[in-house]
């Protein structure tokens, strides 16, 4: 965020705000100039700025905005901003295990909390520098089988509302909005406050390998049983995909009983001793690891003495290498093939807190997409989740793709919220993510980075109809739904590429959506005094209105997500769309009186 010139504090609300600020999301890849970005220090007066708006029919928006973690802008607006870096408190119940959090606490450091008090959460993103609230409002994930999206973790919420100002919502308070609140994309409220189930603090015992492409299936549902935590990395052009799994050891989960490749890796883990518990990691040593990366930089920049660069991560190597030529197959194919040896040289095993093992270097500036699909219960055994990549990697053989390392596929337990990718009504049923990537090397041209984006968008294109095909829906802080100016509209509506990025039709509805139950009008949630668990089973004329007018992307969403519910309490708690901003729009229709 740029420095404000102006900093004042709006009369009607008694909040404080900053003008000509000009904000640019962490990849770099979004950008707005929000009218004011107001930055209130309570719940009280996100409510009192909300409320007032209402009461006042004013036009004017307010979105909240976190940390512009998020890929595709999701908090962005040219609109009004509403910054809760200010309601950042921590307050750790220890002796129920639990945390509550203001909304504008990040993850690192309500993960610093709990650490004094033994405690910690039981799954989070690979990055924690995201606001609590924008973290679980986008149904963000770590990775486990056993272990939902981070929305799960929450128990109780308050959000501010420009109709009804605060509201508290659990599973014993007004339990059906509690379940479309906890990810709702901030369009049904601003949440204020969190409170999240927490476990005790642990630390993980992680085993790094790497096995051909063909020998992944062997032990693969072993791997996803029997450790709490499972992360592939598929290495395309190199035949190549890097397993990370890791388990406690305070307390060991469960024998590990496996055909898995890794087990000369892990054969004594079950004799763990204390003091091997406490050993440090055993991997190669980054030098040694990255000499692959290094040799090839100075093959392709021979002028390079080796010891200007032998400095440089191997997250900075890689960047360094693809910077050459980003968009050369043959280029990506050898950096990739130079990853692939880093990994093996990686080969091995570390023990520290699952704070520092689940968190990890993601790279530099980039373009990402990912999806999130059912692939049944672990008993099942569908092979879905091993077979769709096998088919990504297929498809960028055939078309001369430039795709960098890596594919990342990671899985969580089903979610209870419905708007989560991730949601089934089975609590059985476990979901694949899946994402694939392109960087965005520093010194780039606009020009530059826009042919990126363009090869970028073309690589999403050639895989719509797998993930069709698959039921996959993207994670919703990845969604891109506009075009670039380069990218115009094919003049067929029937053409694949277009259909993928307004979201096209698809008669692929999950078994896991929702049961229908819609309520009418604002009977449930703008009413203190009535029953928020009853739900009418009516239909507005304008769900059914907005039914017949469904854009094909938000058609595709509904196929997905009981989207008229959701329409339904974003017309009781915001009717004039002050919480709403483009993509939401875009996304799920604009329901606003105006």
Same mark, same amino acid.
């Given at each position: 965020?740029?420095?404000?010139?102006?900093?004042?504090?709006?009369?009607?609300?008694?909040?404080?705000?900053?003008?000509?600020?000009?904000?640019?999301?962490?990849?770099?890849?979004?950008?707005?100039?929000?009218?004011?970005?107001?930055?209130?220090?309570?719940?009280?007066?996100?409510?009192?700025?909300?409320?007032?708006?209402?009461?006042?029919?004013?036009?004017?928006?307010?979105?909240?905005?976190?940390?512009?973690?998020?890929?595709?802008?999701?908090?962005?607006?040219?609109?009004?901003?509403?910054?809760?870096?200010?309601?950042?408190?921590?307050?750790?119940?220890?002796?129920?295990?639990?945390?509550?959090?203001?909304?504008?606490?990040?993850?690192?450091?309500?993960?610093?909390?709990?650490?004094?008090?033994?405690?910690?959460?039981?799954?989070?993103?690979?990055?924690?520098?995201?606001?609590?609230?924008?973290?679980?409002?986008?149904?963000?994930?770590?990775?486990?089988?056993?272990?939902?999206?981070?929305?799960?973790?929450?128990?109780?919420?308050?959000? *501010? =509302?420009? +109709?009804?100002?605060?509201? &508290? #919502?659990?599973?014993?308070?007004?339990?059906? !909005?509690?379940?479309?609140? @906890?990810?709702?994309?901030?369009?049904?409220?601003?949440?204020?406050?969190?409170?999240?189930?927490?476990?005790?603090?642990?630390?993980?015992?992680?085993?790094?390998?790497?096995?051909?492409?063909?020998?992944?299936?062997?032990?693969?549902?072993?791997?996803?049983?029997?450790?709490?935590?499972?992360?592939?990395?598929?290495?395309?052009?190199?035949?190549?995909?890097?397993?990370?799994?890791?388990?406690?050891?305070?307390?060991?989960?469960?024998?590990?009983?496996?055909?898995?490749?890794?087990?000369?890796?892990?054969?004594?883990?079950?004799?763990?001793?204390?003091?091997?518990?406490? *050993? =440090?990691? +055993?991997?190669?040593?980054? &030098? #040694?690891?990255?000499?692959?990366?290094?040799? !090839?930089?100075?093959?392709? @920049?021979?002028?390079?003495?080796?010891?200007?660069?032998?400095?440089?991560?191997?997250?900075?190597?890689?960047?360094?290498?693809?910077?050459?030529?980003?968009?050369?197959?043959?280029?990506?194919?050898?950096?990739?093939?130079?990853?692939?040896?880093?990994?093996?040289?990686?080969?091995?095993?570390?023990?520290?807190?699952?704070?520092?093992?689940?968190?990890?270097?993601?790279?530099?500036?980039?373009?990402?997409?990912?999806?999130?699909?059912?692939?049944?219960?672990?008993?099942?055994?569908?092979?879905?989740?091993?077979?769709?990549?096998?088919?990504?990697?297929?498809?960028?053989?055939?078309?001369?793709?430039?795709?960098?390392?890596?594919?990342?596929?990671?899985?969580?337990?089903?979610?209870?919220?419905?708007?989560?990718?991730?949601?089934?009504?089975?609590?059985?049923?476990?979901?694949?993510?899946?994402?694939?990537?392109?960087?965005?090397?520093?010194?780039?041209?606009?020009?530059?980075?826009?042919?990126?984006?363009?090869?970028?968008?073309?690589?999403?294109?050639?895989?719509?109809?797998?993930?069709?095909?698959?039921?996959?829906?993207?994670?919703?802080?990845?969604?891109?739904?506009?075009?670039?100016?380069?990218?115009?509209?094919?003049?067929?509506?029937?053409?694949?590429?277009?259909?993928?990025?307004?979201?096209?039709?698809?008669?692929?509805?999950?078994?896991?959506?929702?049961?229908?139950?819609?309520?009418?009008?604002?009977?449930?949630?703008?009413?203190?005094?009535?029953?928020?668990?009853?739900?009418?089973?009516?239909?507005?004329?304008?769900?059914?209105?907005?039914?017949?007018?469904?854009?094909?992307?938000?058609?595709?969403?509904?196929?997905?997500?009981?989207?008229?519910?959701?329409?339904?309490?974003?017309?009781?708690?915001?009717?004039?769309?002050?919480?709403?901003?483009?993509?939401?729009?875009?996304?799920?229709?604009?329901?606003?009186?105006?």
């Amino acid at each position: 965020m740029s420095s404000a010139e102006c900093k004042e504090r709006d009369p009607h609300s008694g909040v404080a705000f900053e003008t000509e600020q000009v904000l640019t999301n962490w990849s770099g890849t979004h950008t707005c100039k929000p009218k004011r970005v107001y930055e209130p220090h309570s719940a009280q007066e996100v409510a009192r700025l909300l409320q007032y708006a209402y009461k006042t029919k004013s036009r004017e928006r307010f979105r909240p905005i976190g940390t512009a973690l998020s890929p595709n802008g999701l908090g962005f607006s040219d609109d009004n901003l509403v910054s809760l870096a200010a309601i950042d408190y921590v307050h750790v119940d220890a002796a129920n295990r639990l945390v509550t959090v203001g909304a504008g606490a990040r993850v690192s450091d309500v993960l610093r909390a709990l650490d004094h008090e033994g405690l910690t959460l039981q799954n989070f993103s690979s990055i924690q520098e995201q606001q609590m609230a924008g973290w679980t409002q986008v149904a963000a994930h770590g990775t486990g089988a056993t272990l939902a999206t981070v929305d799960d973790m929450i128990v109780r919420m308050q959000v *501010a =509302t420009p +109709t009804e100002g605060l509201l &508290t #919502l659990s599973r014993e308070q007004n339990a059906h !909005l509690f379940s479309f609140a @906890k990810v709702a994309l901030g369009s049904l409220g601003i949440v204020t406050e969190l409170t999240l189930q927490c476990i005790p603090k642990h630390r993980l015992r992680e085993h790094t390998y790497s096995v051909p492409v063909a020998d992944i299936h062997k032990g693969h549902y072993e791997r996803l049983r029997h450790y709490r935590h499972v992360r592939y990395m598929w290495l395309p052009h190199a035949d190549q995909v890097t397993v990370v799994v890791s388990n406690p050891i305070d307390g060991l989960v469960a024998d590990v009983k496996t055909t898995d490749p890794a087990a000369e890796i892990v054969k004594n883990y079950q004799q763990t001793t204390a003091a091997a518990a406490a *050993a =440090t990691t +055993t991997t190669t040593t980054t &030098t #040694l690891a990255t000499q692959p990366l290094l040799d !090839l930089y100075v093959k392709l @920049k021979p002028e390079t003495p080796m010891s200007s660069i032998e400095r440089f991560s191997f997250a900075q190597l890689r960047d360094m290498l693809l910077a050459i030529a980003p968009l050369d197959a043959k280029h990506v194919k050898a950096v990739n093939q130079a990853e692939a040896e880093f990994w093996k040289r990686s080969t091995g095993s570390r023990v520290d807190d699952s704070i520092n093992v689940l968190g990890f270097d993601c790279g530099g500036e980039q373009l990402v997409f990912e999806v999130a699909f059912p692939i049944g219960s672990l008993a099942e055994q569908t092979g879905k989740d091993i077979e769709l990549v096998q088919r990504i990697l297929k498809k960028i053989q055939e078309l001369g793709i430039a795709a960098p390392s890596p594919i990342e596929q990671r899985w969580t337990a089903r979610s209870t919220s419905p708007l989560s990718p991730a949601y089934s009504t089975r609590e059985e049923d476990v979901f694949s993510w899946v994402g694939i990537i392109m960087y965005l090397p520093a010194g780039k041209t606009d020009a530059e980075r826009d042919e990126i984006r363009h090869a970028f968008h073309a690589y999403v294109q050639s895989l719509q109809p797998l993930f069709a095909e698959y039921k996959a829906h993207a994670h919703w802080a990845k969604l891109e739904v506009e075009y670039t100016p380069m990218d115009a509209a094919p003049s067929s509506s029937s053409s694949s590429w277009w259909n993928y990025f307004v979201g096209g039709s698809s008669s692929t509805t999950p078994s896991t959506t929702p049961p229908a139950t819609t309520v009418t009008g604002n009977t449930i949630s703008t009413s203190s005094s009535v029953d928020r668990k009853k739900r009418p089973d009516t239909i507005t004329a304008a769900s059914l209105l907005e039914h017949v007018q469904r854009t094909p992307l938000q058609a595709r969403v509904a196929s997905r997500y009981p989207v008229q519910q959701f329409n339904e309490y974003r017309r009781a708690l915001d009717p004039r769309g002050i919480l709403s901003n483009d993509f939401v729009n875009a996304v799920f229709g604009d329901v606003s009186k105006r």
